[in-house]
């Protein structure tokens, strides 16, 4: 790549758009099902997708890998149990969100669980908030370096790495906490309520490659409209 064209790459990379909160969704969701997943499983990440995006522009960028790698058919997570740890295999080597969001919801049950090859990121932060919240548990995530900890009121706390015992893999460790720990507050749920109200009045910011990319994967897919001709 020569000098000149790495410059044009980059100051594309950097160029906005605002779009609604709304439209985030919608996108979001349209992207989703016409990369094959089913209506309610759509829904939910492009919650957390829509979530992600406006506390943390982290959203489309997750989007963009999600629909690249949508499995055919359902081949569901598979669980084996190793040296006390509950692993969770993903054979169809589905997209991170969809592989955390059933491993989260399975550790909050059946407490710490692996998920091998993982490593944490900001939209899997934000999708174990709202199973935390769902679930009534206290989750901490950690991949070796720092960990997340959310509880049910809404509370994303960041902490440094500890000295934990080492998992059978390496991955991303869901472990259900008794007690939240003492630390950084990150994101409250007040904070994340006004931080919403602003994005739904003024709009929100977006990379413009990264929201081209996510309308043209939308477009494969039309919602139905159920209004009768006139």
Known sequence: MTA?????????????????????HEVSLRALRASGLSSGEAEHLAEVVATAEIHEAAGLDALTIETARIPAGR???????????????????RG??????????????????????????????????????????????SDGGHRTVVT????????????????????????????????QVISTAAERKQRHREAVTHGVSVKTPLWTLAYSIARGFLIPDHREGR
Not at 77 to 89: F, Q, T
Not at 110 to 132: E, N
Not at 152 to 179: F, Q, T
């Open 4 to 24: 000149a064209r790495a410059e044009r790459v980059s100051a594309a990379e950097i160029v906005q758009t605002r779009v609604s909160v709304r439209e985030i």
């Open 75 to 93: 081949v569901g997570l598979r669980l084996e149990h190793c040296d006390g740890y509950a692993v969770a295999h993903d054979p169809a080597s």
């Open 96 to 141: 991170p969100l969809q592989a955390f969001v059933p491993a989260c919801e399975t550790a909050a049950v059946v407490g710490t669980l692996v998920v091998p090859g993982m490593a944490g990121s900001p939209v899997l932060d934000w999708a174990a908030l709202d199973i935390a919240e769902r679930a009534g548990r206290i989750l901490s995530l």
């Open 152 to 183: 049910p009121g809404g509370d994303l706390l960041r902490l440094p790495a500890a000295a934990e015992p080492r998992p059978p893999v390496a991955g991303l460790v869901i472990r259900p906490l008794s007690e939240v720990p003492d630390a």
